[in-house]
């Protein structure tokens, strides 16, 4: 197994330019999320999804958008992007309870991470 | 709404000294709690997690924690470092009541290890 891939490792993007931030994972876990980390601040969950076609805002949704046509992939979009969104991005996924028992609830796997620099 | 809250952002310590980074979470009925480590330029890994059961837990490299549920609490705590321990650590709770199965991670604690 992969595990979680995340593409691009790096990026740099020129204000208001767009991109897509790409994840995928192999595992058939039914919840993904994409987090933004942050000096000082931790990890902050931007979006989430459930399952294919169920996606939901996190703590700080605003200037992303995700989708999630399949299972395995869940990419964030940047509209617009802006300096203040310079930051280490993470995916990750996980199983949901019931589903795989209560051993393996919720134990989130991480992508490598997208370091995003904004100019 | 959930919050986690580790006090020390930084926590310098010899090596082969024990040490202890704290976790304090707001109240909940249930609560699922995890410990994740980070080394440099690397994702999170799982350290350990509480679910049930025993309030003590243990994890890979040495490393236990303690669910204290009077303190809201969920310490992390391990006998003897090493160098190869200095990372940064995440506490994390994930609160079932809620249904929406979110996680809410703490600012981390950054662990140096001295020779």
């Known amino acids: 197994n992969a595990g979680v891939t995340q593409t691009p490792k790096f990026q740099v993007l020129k204000t208001g330019q767009s991109m897509t931030l790409q994840c995928a994972q192999d595992?058939?876990?039914?919840?993904m999320s994409w987090y933004r980390q942050d000096p000082g601040m931790g990890l902050r969950l931007i979006h989430y999804?459930?399952?294919?076609?169920?996606?939901d805002q996190g703590e700080v949704p605003n200037g992303y958008n995700v989708s999630r046509s399949t299972t395995e992939d869940f990419p964030l979009r940047l509209l617009s992007a802006a300096p203040s969104q310079t930051s280490v991005y993470f995916c990750?996924?996980?199983?949901?309870?019931?589903?795989?028992?209560?051993?393996?609830?919720?134990?989130?796997?991480f992508g490598p991470g997208t370091r995003l620099t904004v100019l | 709404a959930q919050s986690v809250t580790q006090l020390d952002s930084q926590v310098p310590v010899f090596e082969e000294a024990p040490v202890e980074l704290r976790c304090n979470y707001s109240?909940?009925?249930?609560?699922?709690l995890f410990w994740y480590v980070q080394y440099p330029n690397q994702g999170l890994q799982l350290l350990l997690k509480?679910?049930?059961?025993?309030?003590l837990v243990k994890g890979i490299n040495g490393f236990e924690a303690e669910f204290n549920k009077s303190q809201t609490s969920f310490h992390l705590r391990k006998p003897s470092v090493h160098i190869s321990d200095t990372a940064e650590y995440f506490c994390?709770?994930?609160?079932?009541?809620?249904?929406?199965?979110?996680?809410?991670f703490g600012t981390g604690t950054r662990l140096k290890v001295l020779a």
């Open positions: 990750a996924s996980s199983y949901i309870l019931g589903l795989a028992g209560e051993s393996s609830y919720n134990e989130q796997f």
């Open positions: 595992m058939n876990h039914e919840y």
């Open positions: 999804s459930v399952g294919a076609g169920i996606t």
């Open positions: 109240s909940s009925v249930s609560v699922y």
């Open positions: 509480y679910l049930s059961g025993s309030t």
């Open positions: 994390a709770v994930s609160d079932i009541t809620s249904g929406t199965y979110k996680y809410i």
